[in-house]
């Protein structure tokens, strides 16, 4: 997966990113959270379950805190 970063002010204070995936076919959701450097602009996910439903959100983050998430629509890995 990859993204853009976001724009606006706080921007150029961003120090990392955080990727939440929850596996919306096996309740309860427990994410899986992985950390990502402020230079990054993609994630490898792996250990995805071939047909459950997924959503992938990406937050930045900075001094402050974490910032507004970046929702997926459903993905459906094969």
Known sequence: ????????PY????NRY???V???STPPN????TGHPASARSAH????TPGHEYVVLVCAWNASGEGKPSISGSLYPR
């Open 1 to 8: 997966m990859s993204w853009s970063p976001p724009a606006g």
């Open 11 to 14: 921007s150029d204070s961003i």
């Open 18 to 20: 955080a990727v939440w």
């Open 22 to 24: 929850y596996d919306k």
């Open 30 to 33: 427990f994410p899986v959270i």
């Open 45 to 48: 996910i792996t250990g995805l």
